[in-house]
């Protein structure tokens, strides 16, 4: 017996605004994700009913929406919402449990975030017709204080993400390695690792490494940086996918991860790319990537997709209504000034790179078909977000016959070894 399913999925939610109402450029979107009997999206905001105190640091701009938003992600379709992402403690814990309460009131299954690790990093699971979907979700953009903590017997655990933990080495020549050297003992900038191993405050590194400030090096013929993911958050993830694979039809494994390979924006990080291909030898059946604001390419692994970036489908960040003092702080501006001044002065100063970038404003919306776990078809249609619109109305998707979008993601793929043809305003994936 054959378990065909159908899948649609977005990149970034950043949801701070409601929906016009009667908007026709939602019923075509609408017509598109209504295709898969599973709708995925990942919430880039947190939402609230009440005013939770703003956390010290954010993911950018302090994101946060009103309950009332859910109508209009229910709107479009959404039935799979990923919230592991570097916004979704933006206003601490208290952001976190309303974002939680309202999914849950709201009837839409979520992965990614939770009262402690185990309900963060676990699947969970979407009912469709005829399949079992899990999702599960992972971010490796964080700041360390929002890492869900594990619980024990004698203590409970700590709210958060389903953390993707990275550990970077940088590698440089021998020449280079004696002179980090001579500047690290002429600047002390190892004073306080030194005292804490002396002290027996912490183990030191391998003999291999030699630390500077935060940042770990080895010495080696050719330079190069490699990053690694947690051994920990590795094996959880995996773990996690198993168990899935043996409780559903179809496992989806949602990871927000802005991190490029070198200087290529455009480019998916190594350890990404074999991380994916890992979690499909595990058993999951698809991958899906958001994060950098930018659409990255698309791989056909063991006939299951890897989409690196879907970009953004909602993008919201700059008619956000009120910011914490912090915010402000960062371009000089006091009490006296208010949200729109904070927007000028970042254009005025040149520190406004998203708004100014169109590649930003362009998405597509995968539309994908698999029997019993393998892909049989994929389509890609192009959206717009208004990048030559004023900031205030600009961020809600259209359907588009502007087809940049599609070539620049099929020039992206093909390293992946995957074609895409355009028909009729649309991507069609061959591999």
């Given at each position: ?38 709708r995925f999206t990942n919430l880039e905001t947190t939402v609230q009913s009440t005013e939770s105190f703003p956390s010290a640091v954010s993911g950018g701009t302090w994101s946060s929406a009103s309950p009332e938003m859910f109508c209009d992600l229910l709107g479009y379709g959404f039935n799979l919402v990923a919230w592991a992402n570097n916004h979704t403690l933006d206003f601490s814990y208290g952001g976190l449990r309303s974002t939680e309460q309202l999914l849950n009131k709201y009837g839409i299954v979520h992965a990614g975030a939770g009262n402690n690790l185990a309900s963060a990093s676990e699947p969970r699971y979407l009912e469709t017709n005829n399949n079992r979907v899990a999702l599960i979700a992972t971010t490796s953009n964080f700041d360390r204080t929002w890492i869900a903590g ?282």
């Amino acid at each position: 017996m054959s378990n065909s399913i159908t899948f649609t999925a977005t990149g970034d939610s950043l949801i701070t605004r409601r929906l016009p109402s009667g908007d026709v450029s939602m019923d075509n979107i609408k017509s598109i994700i209504q295709l898969g009997d599973v709708r995925f999206t990942n919430l880039e905001t947190t939402v609230q009913s009440t005013e939770s105190f703003p956390s010290a640091v954010s993911g950018g701009t302090w994101s946060s929406a009103s309950p009332e938003m859910f109508c209009d992600l229910l709107g479009y379709g959404f039935n799979l919402v990923a919230w592991a992402n570097n916004h979704t403690l933006d206003f601490s814990y208290g952001g976190l449990r309303s974002t939680e309460q309202l999914l849950n009131k709201y009837g839409i299954v979520h992965a990614g975030a939770g009262n402690n690790l185990a309900s963060a990093s676990e699947p969970r699971y979407l009912e469709t017709n005829n399949n079992r979907v899990a999702l599960i979700a992972t971010t490796s953009n964080f700041d360390r204080t929002w890492i869900a903590g594990e619980q024990r017997r004698d203590m409970i655990g700590r709210p958060g993400i389903n953390p993707m933990r990275l550990n970077t080495i940088y590698t440089i020549n021998a020449t280079h390695m004696k002179q980090l050297k001579e500047i690290a003992e002429n600047c002390k900038i190892n004073s306080a690792y030194q005292i804490l191993t002396n002290k027996g405050y912490m183990k030191e590194h391998p003999d291999c490494w030699f630390p500077f400030g935060e940042y770990i090096f080895q010495e080696g013929d050719s330079e190069s940086t490699i990053i690694k993911i947690d051994p920990r958050d590795e094996n959880r993830i995996v773990n996690s996918i198993r168990e899935a694979k043996r409780q559903s039809d179809y496992v989806v494994l949602s990871i927000h991860t802005h991190q490029p390979n070198s200087d290529d924006l455009e480019e998916p990080a190594d350890f990404i790319v074999n991380f994916a291909r890992k979690c499909i030898d595990e058993g999951a059946h698809a991958i899906i990537c958001h994060g950098p604001h930018i659409v990255r390419g698309i791989e056909i692994y063991k006939n299951r997709p890897i989409f690196y970036s879907l970009g953004n489908f909602i993008f919201q960040n700059e008619s956000i209504t009120s910011q914490p003092s912090d915010f402000y702080d960062k371009f000089g501006l006091g009490h006296e000034h208010n949200i729109a001044d904070v927007f000028d002065k970042k254009e005025e100063i040149g520190l406004n790179g998203l708004s100014r970038d169109y590649k930003v404003w362009q998405s597509l919306i995968p539309y994908w078909k698999m029997e019993n776990g393998e892909l049989r078809e994929l389509a890609l249609y192009p959206i717009d977000l208004g990048f030559e619109k004023p900031r205030y109305k600009r961020g809600w998707p259209e359907l588009t016959s502007n087809m940049e979008v599609l070539h620049n993601v099929a020039q992206l793929s093909r390293k992946f070894g995957v074609e895409i043809e355009i028909m009729d305003g649309v991507g069609k994936i061959h591999w």
